[in-house]
Structures are given as C-alpha cells and as structure tokens.
Nanobody, 124 residues
Framework: VQLQASGGGLVQAGESLRLSCSGS????????MGWFRQAPGKEREWVSY????????DYADSVMGRFTISEDVAENTVYLQMNSLKPEDTAVYYC??????????????????WGQGTLVTVSS
C-alpha cells in the first residue's frame, strides 16, 4: 500500500503547478483524500480535501479560489491544481488517504496513509 506524490518544482509567483497523487494497493476513489503542506520551520497544515464518492471538496482559506482538488478514477490518481502561486505556498506537499468519511478531514491523525511529499518552491 503506497501513495506516490509528484509534480513539484520551482516556479515563479503567479504561475501554476499540478501535483499528482497515485495509489498503489489503494483504490483512491474509496478513500477521503487530503493534501497537506509543510513549509520550512513550520508545522504541517491541511490544504484540501476530497470526500469519497460524495462530491465533497474543501480548501484552506489560504488557497481557496486558487487551488482545485480533482481526480482521475481510471488512473487512480488525485490531483491538486495550484494556480496563482505565491511565495508563501512554498512547502513540501503531501497527499494522504483516510477510510473515515462523513465530514471534511482536516487533521493529520485522521489519515491512515501518506505519500512521501513533493517540494514546491515559488520564487518572487
């Protein structure tokens, strides 16, 4: 069972990136999926959530309107489209999966599976 996050890189402020989270041994459609990030010297914070089969989407205030979580069921992959990136978006981004549904999951302890992280650097 493994989650693989990818798609990070170095971009300039205002540009876009799309992160991918693919599952091995997990059918991601059946899990609540979250994106978190950890900036240098800061604690990991929740970014976005996609509910399992219920259409739920939610975002942290800091990324609302700029980031979009989506998925390709056939590819067993969840995406985080990040537009209008800002230097403060610089962080290692992690995807995570939870079997527990019912509401938006915003806390690390609510997730059973984690990807390894992908670094996003936004220059000013």
């Amino acid at each position: 069972v493994q989650l693989q996050a990818s798609g990070g890189g170095l971009v300039q402020a205002g540009e876009s990136l799309r992160l991918s989270c693919s599952g091995s041994g997990l059918i991601l459609e059946g899990f609540g999926m979250g994106w978190f990030r950890q900036a240098p010297g800061k604690e990991r914070e929740w970014v976005s959530y996609r509910g399992s089969r219920d259409g739920t989407r939610d975002y942290a205030d800091s990324v609302m309107g700029r980031f979009t979580i989506s998925e390709d069921v056939a590819e067993n992959t969840v995406y985080l489209q990040m537009n209008s990136l800002k230097p403060e978006d610089t962080a290692v981004y992690y995807c995570a999966a939870t079997k527990v549904g019912g509401r938006v999951r915003r806390y690390e302890y609510e997730y059973e599976y984690w990807g390894q992280g992908t670094l996003v650097t936004v220059s000013s």
